[in-house]
């Protein structure tokens, strides 16, 4: 399988306008120029506060929570206050990573830390992690009963901390050259598929209350996630940078133990060990001739080639659960297309 760009499917297109405007009610009355490193994250201004139009997220999350409460009850609307909420966690957590991977650019813009500062840029990541709870609230004008607001706060909740565990062990095994692929996946399942199983959990959880549909989306968002996170990691090292928006070699140049460097650090011989730990340890990592070597070693270990064996494993075992879920019809062929998309994406 080679990288292929593919456009997204048409649920990103339908959705797009009610998320923008939910997230729009949110954010809308708060006047702090706190908010404008927010609206700036999100596309809407530039840095001087001009309305602009440029390349936005993916809004990836807010579609699965929309389509698995469509495939509950063919309604989705009840489920848009959770969207955008998803959707300001997911920002919460590009704003602070950015800061943490000390990437420079995303969505092929500047980052809110390289405009604002690093200070800056923790308060807004925060603000909008809050604002996520905030927008919440708004399930009670959509009939959402109190027990169901209160499993999305905490489906919320609880996901979120799991996504700071595994940004925690991201930045943990910078240093270390122990890193297994069992650790890699506990890292990636808390940094990435939490947030994506939990899209999926909570746009059912607000249209069933049958429990073995929400552990049914569950491992559905697991196997999406782990697609989704090895598929950033391929991107991130053979990836373009005009198509992702974000540096390439950014997780070399901070020695992340993403999927490839993993796998081969799992198998190379000591000559080569050697020479991963001397480029780490002589901040060789940053310069062309180090990246070289490390991409070198990555190709005779076959490490791209595993990767993407990887994603279309879990691309299959994603089909395979979405198979087994009795849901409508049209909701569960457009979830196919987004785990197909997702797994062949090259932004
Ligand atoms: C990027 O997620 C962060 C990861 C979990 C890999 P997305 O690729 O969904 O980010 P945007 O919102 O579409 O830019
Ligand atoms: C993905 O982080 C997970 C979170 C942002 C919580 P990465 O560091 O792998 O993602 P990118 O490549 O910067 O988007
Ligand atoms: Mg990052
Ligand atoms: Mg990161």
């Known amino acids: 399988m080679s990288i292929s760009a593919g456009d997204p499917p048409v649920a990103f297109a339908r959705y797009r306008d009610e998320i923008e405007a939910e997230l729009r009610h949110i954010l809308g009355p708060r006047e702090s120029p706190l908010y404008d490193m927010l609206r700036y994250h999100l596309g809407w201004i530039n840095e001087s506060g ?13 579609v699965l929570c929309l389509l698995a409460c469509s495939a509950e009850t063919g309604d989705y609307t009840r489920a848009l206050p959770a969207a955008a909420a998803l959707e300001l966690v997911h920002n919460f957590s590009l704003i602070h990573d950015d800061i943490q991977d000390n990437d420079a650019e995303r969505h092929g813009r500047p980052t809110v830390w390289s405009i604002w500062g690093k ?13 996520a709870s905030l927008a919440l609230d708004s399930l009670a004008h959509k009939g ?16 979120s901390l799991s996504l700071i565990e595994g940004q925690y062990l991201d930045i943990d095994f910078e240093s270390r050259f122990d890193i297994t692929t069992s650790d890699y996946f506990t890292m990636i399942s808390k940094k990435t598929a939490c947030l994506i199983t939990c899209a999926l959990e909570m746009g059912a959880m607000l249209g069933t209350d049958d429990e073995s549909h929400l552990e049914a989306f569950h491992q559905l968002g697991l196997a999406l996630g782990l697609a989704f996170q090895v598929q950033d990691d391929i991107l991130g090292i053979w990836g373009c940078s005009e198509d992702t928006g974000k540096p390439v070699y950014s997780d070399i140049r901070s020695h992340k133990k993403s999927l490839p460097i993993v796998y081969a650090l799992e198998r190379i011989n000591a000559w080569q060990r050697n020479q991963f730990t001397q480029i780490y340890h002589d901040g060789m990592a940053n310069t ?52 197909n998309f997702l797994a062949r994406r090259n932004f």
Do not use: W
């Open 50 to 62: 001009e309305q602009i139009s440029v390349t936005r997220g993916k809004s990836l999350r807010p």
């Open 119 to 131: 200070s800056q840029a923790i308060n807004a990541g925060t603000s909008m992690r809050i604002l």
């Open 144 to 159: 959402v009963t109190l027990d169901r607001q209160f499993r999305a706060h905490r489906l919320l909740d609880e996901c």
């Open 288 to 339: 062309q001739e180090g990246i070289d070597t490390i991409l070198g070693i990555l190709d005779e270990i076959g490490a791209r080639k595993a990767a993407e064996e990887m994603v279309e494993a879990y691309r299959i075992q994603a089909l395979a659960v979405l198979d087994k879920i009795a849901i409508r019809e049209e909701p569960r062929r457009e979830m196919e297309d987004v785990t």
